[in-house]
């Protein structure tokens, strides 16, 4: 989170602006090495200078600050947004997710996540995806 903040505070200055704040601010550009070198180090797939995918290392960023920002300690003590206290579901078995509809198993996992990962980043960026896969042989 703090190499993060360095970039932002290197890119744009005190009023908001894209300007010369920060020593390696140079002709419109902002070196964010020490953000890359660090991401380097948590994850091995950002280490050296391979190409990588912007979707992969948006999602590796985005996680990483809401680990550091999670106010989710315990699941009793998680907080949402505007101070909703999040607890954690009921816990269900296969059977019972069996005999519940797509949108109510999503529902499930969704409280499940929020409960344990409650930070501004959750809040705002995290999201659930859903996709079918269908044989075009059978």
Avoid at 44 to 53: E, H, I, K, L, V
Wanted: charged share 30%.
């Amino acid at each position: 989170a703090q190499a993060f903040a360095a970039v932002c505070r290197g890119v744009w200055d005190a009023e908001g602006k894209m300007g010369t704040h920060g020593s390696t601010y140079r002709s419109g550009c902002y070196d964010p090495s020490r953000l890359k070198e660090l991401a380097g180090r948590r994850s091995s797939q950002f280490a050296g200078y391979d190409q990588q995918d912007a979707h992969e290392f948006l999602v590796f960023l985005l996680d990483g600050l809401s680990e550091d920002l999670d106010g989710a300690n315990k699941w009793s003590e998680a907080e949402g947004e505007g101070g909703r206290r999040r607890q954690r579901p009921k816990e269900r078995t296969d059977k019972e997710l069996g005999r519940m509809s797509v949108p109510e198993q999503a529902e499930y996992w969704w409280a499940r996540h929020l409960a344990s990962n409650s930070s501004f980043i959750t809040e705002r960026f995290c999201g659930q995806l859903s996709s079918e896969v269908e044989c075009l042989e059978c």
